[in-house]
Nanobody, 114 residues
Framework: VQLQASGGGLVQPGGSLKLSCTAS????????MGWYRQAPGKQRELVAV???????NLADSVKGRFTISRAGAGNTVLLQMDSLKPEDTAVYYC?????????WGQGTEVTVSS
């Protein structure tokens, strides 16, 4: 299973970015898929995930600003990030939990700065 993420970049505070992650490979099932992030000097943390059934879980720090959704055949997750803050600066990692196995994407950098 491979995860291909895209969409990071540099944005000013208050701006928006959209991240995309597509899973490919054989014999995988999307049990939970979504995004984690890791800021410099900090531990990796959950940002937003979605189950195969469509239930979502978002970190309190992003509720009301970030939206997670699915696209395509259900193997793509999108993270719409609005009202970005400097504290959202981090490397964002796509994650897939499939049949008890965790897969990670390569990470995409998001920098929120004026």
């Amino acid at each position: 299973v491979q995860l291909q993420a895209s969409g990071g970049g540099l944005v000013q505070p208050g701006g928006s970015l959209k991240l995309s992650c597509t899973a490919s490979g054989s014999l995988f099932r999307v049990d939970v898929m979504g995004w984690y992030r890791q800021a410099p000097g900090k531990q990796r943390e959950l940002v937003a995930v979605m189950t195969g059934g469509g239930a979502t879980n978002l970190a309190d720090s992003v509720k009301g600003r970030f939206t997670i959704s699915r696209a395509g055949a259900g193997n793509t997750v999108l993270l719409q990030m609005d009202s970005l803050k400097p504290e959202d600066t981090a490397v964002y990692y796509c994650n897939l939990n499939s049949r008890g196995t965790q897969y990670w994407g390569q990470g995409t950098e998001v920098t929120v700065s004026s």
